[in-house]
C-alpha cells in the first residue's frame, strides 16, 4: 500500500509537472508571436530576421531568410501606414512533434483599408529561440489577390527594380540593406554605352549607395552610371561589414572598397581592363589576407602589354 501511494504520488507529480513545462512553453511561444506582430506593426523589418529560420516555408513558397526579410521591407516601403494585430488576442496553438502550430485572425491596416485574414504560423525552439518555419493565410481566404501578400511583389519590376544588398553595415548585429540609386541616361546616348565610356546624364552623373538604416550615411561615387554591390564582410574587425561598388564601363570595371560606417574609401579602386581581362569573377578580383588586409588582383600595363597582377593590401 505504501509502495502504491508512491508511486501515485510521482505519476501526479510528473504529471502536473509535464503540465506547467507545456504551459510555459505555450506562454511563451504566444508571447513570442505577439511580439511578432507587434514588430510588422512598428515596420521594424530589421529586428523580423532574427524572427525566422535561415529555410522558411514563406506563404506557399521556399524562402530565405533575407529574402522573407526583403519582401517585409517591400511591404512597409509600400504601404508605411501598415498595422497588423490579432483579432480578439486569440491565438489557437498546437502542439507538434518539435514545433507549435498557431492560427490567429490577423487584422490589418494599410491604404485606408481594413481585412481580416485567417493566417498561421508554424514555430520551433532552436538553441533557447523560438523561429519561425513557415507563414501563410488560409487558401479558402478572400481577397487573396491583396497587395499586402508577397505574390503580388514578386513581379513588380517598379518595387524591385533597385537591387538590395543585405549585411550588417553598422555592427548592431541586425541586418540593414544597401541599394544604388543611378542618374538617369539621355536617351539620345543610351545606345552609345557599348561604345564609349563617356556618356550624357540627366543632370549629375554621379551614383549613390543608400542604406536602410539612417544612422548611415550615404556614398556618392562621381561618374559611375552602372553599378553592382558586394558585401565584403567586416574586414578591419569593427564589427560591421564593408561594402563594395563596381563601377561598370563598357572596357574597364573598378571595385571600390568602402567602410560603410564611415563612407571612407580603404584603398585605391579595384580596376579591371574587362576588353583583356574578360569573364573574371569577384573571388578571382578579392581576397581577405587577415586583419585589414586584402589580396586584391587588378589589370596594369607592362611593356606595352595588358597583365593581371596581385598584391596584398593594407586597408586605411
Known amino acids: 500500500m505504501k509502495l502504491y501511494s508512491i508511486v501515485f504520488c510521482l505519476f501526479i507529480v510528473l504529471v502536473v509537472g509535464c503540465k506547467k513545462a507545456d504551459t510555459k512553453d505555450e506562454l511563451e511561444v504566444r508571447e513570442f508571436v505577439k511580439q511578432w506582430n507587434e514588430t510588422h506593426t512598428q515596420l521594424k523589418s530589421s529586428y523580423l530576421g532574427r524572427d525566422y529560420m535561415d529555410v522558411i516555408t514563406y506563404y506557399g513558397k521556399e524562402r530565405t531568410r533575407l529574402q522573407v526579410q526583403e519582401d517585409k521591407n517591400l511591404l512597409f516601403e509600400q504601404f508605411p501606414d501598415y498595422t497588423q494585430r490579432i483579432l480578439d488576442d486569440e491565438l489557437v496553438v498546437t502542439k507538434k512533434t518539435g514545433s507549435y502550430l498557431l492560427t490567429f485572425t490577423k487584422r490589418v491596416n494599410y491604404n485606408g483599408i481594413e481585412a481580416d485574414y485567417t493566417c498561421y504560423i508554424s514555430v520551433i525552439l532552436k538553441n533557447g529561440k523560438f523561429r519561425i518555419l513557415r ?46 540609386i543611378s542618374p538617369k541616361i539621355s536617351t539620345t546616348t543610351t545606345k552609345d554605352l557599348q561604345d564609349s565610356e563617356e556618356v550624357q546624364c540627366k543632370g549629375a552623373c554621379n551614383s549613390l549607395i ?99 597582377k596581385s598584391e596584398v593590401v593594407t586597408l586605411d
Open 135 to 180: 507563414e501563410g493565410v488560409a487558401e479558402n481566404s478572400k481577397n487573396l489577390d491583396a497587395p499586402i501578400f508577397p505574390y503580388t511583389r514578386e513581379h513588380n519590376s517598379v518595387i524591385t527594380k533597385n537591387r538590395r544588398l543585405y549585411g550588417d553595415f553598422n555592427g548592431d548585429g541586425l541586418s540593414d540593406y544597401a541599394t544604388v
Open 210 to 308: 543608400k542604406f536602410s538604416n539612417s544612422d548611415l550615411k550615404s556614398i556618392t561615387i562621381n561618374g559611375a552610371y552602372q553599378s553592382q554591390l558586394e558585401n565584403l564582410k567586416d574586414l578591419n574587425r569593427d564589427g560591421a561589414d564593408e561594402i563594395g561598388f563596381w563601377d561598370i564601363k563598357p572596357t574597364t570595371k573598378s571595385l571600390y572598397i568602402f567602410n560603410a560606417t564611415n563612407g571612407a574609401l580603404m584603398t585605391k579602386p579595384v580596376v579591371i581592363n574587362t576588353t583583356v581581362h574578360k569573364n573574371l569573377d569577384f573571388i578571382d578580383v578579392f581576397k581577405k589576407a587577415g586583419p585589414n588586409k586584402i589580396t586584391v588582383t587588378h589589370s596594369a600595363l607592362e611593356n606595352g602589354k595588358w597583365v593581371l
